[in-house]
């Protein structure tokens, strides 16, 4: 192997960029040389490749966002985009490609191997943390702290005007967000969609709460939620109960900002192992970190396992 070729993919999240320097790094360690690929899958149809070396990666472990820049790519979906993208790699003399990513990048990745014999690692980064195989995504971490702060703020205006609130975080179809969050800002109910939603039963225990003259409550709600979104659930509520409130949709400030320790230190471990995997021909995988533990998977094992929720952490959130 001599060169690599690395891509940011799917939607952004905090400490992609560690995850690039890390990659880089270690590959131009190894005796690699390393090219970037712009925009995600999109960079490496249109063959917009740029050269990486060290100094590129200077100053960026601290910086939200990506580089690379990334896209979610409707014609790597198709064969003819893929075949295109192997002919630009091959043209390119890449002889392996890091995708830093969610389960749907790992899916194209997984599809580049199989067509075109393209050698690949992935490297799980998506806020959600809704992959299989590591106990933690990139990019999870601070955006669980971005929503903790903005909730600790509305929890100041709604004691302040003995409110409801309701608060949309992302994670598109799973909780972790939420169920984090809501523990960590000691919401009075978390609704996310692993487990059955009941609004009657929170209605009832919001007016218990308020005739015990607990007079401000925050629900936290995950996107994908089968009660609906934010303001459908405030509808809803308002009808079973009377009870009034303000909605708030966090959105995508989740994705931005600088990435805490924890996920600066993860993305730069995985970024190292991903070099290492591919080194050791250990392709198609993923890296993840389980236990404190670097380690790796076969590729398809990230989608097609589905990663549960901390039993633990339930219970906290329904008890405490
Ligand atoms: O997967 C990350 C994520 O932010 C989800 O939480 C959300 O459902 C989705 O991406 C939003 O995607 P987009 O930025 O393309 O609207």
Known sequence: MERIAVLTSGGD???????????????????????????????????????????????????GGTILHTARSPRFLEAEGRARAAENLRNRSVDGLVVIGGDGSFRGASDLFNEHSIPVVGVPATIDNDIWGSDLTIGYD????????????IRDTAAAHDRLFIIEVMGRSAGFIALEVGIG??????????????????????????????????????????????????????????????????????????PTTADRVL??????AAV?????????????????????????DSWTNRKALDPLLLTLSDNL
């Open 13 to 63: 999240s905090p400490g992609m960029n560690a995850c690039i320097r890390a990659t880089v790094r270690r590959a131009l360690g190894r005796g690699l040389s390393v090219l970037g690929a712009k925009k995600g899958y999109e960079g490496l149809i249109d063959d917009e490749f740029t050269a990486m070396s060290s100094s590129d990666v200077s100053n960026i472990i601290q910086r």
């Open 142 to 153: 601070t955006a669980v702290n971005t929503a903790l702060e903005a909730v600790d703020k």
């Open 185 to 258: 800002t000691g919401a009075e109910a978390v609704l996310i969609p692993e487990t059955r939603t009941d609004l009657q039963a929170v209605c009832d225990k919001i007016q218990g709460r308020i005739r015990r003259g607990r007079t401000s409550n925050i629900l936290i709600v995950a996107e994908g939620d089968e009660a609906g979104n934010a303001f459908e659930i405030a509808a809803k509520i308002f009808d079973l109960s009377g009870l009034k409130s303000r909605v708030t949709v966090l959105g995508h400030v989740q994705r931005g900002g600088s």
């Open 267 to 272: 993305a730069s471990k995985l970024g190292w």
């Open 276 to 300: 290492e995997a591919l080194m050791d021909g250990a392709w198609p995988c993923m890296v993840g970190e389980v236990d404190n533990t670097v380690v790796r998977h076969p590729l398809a």
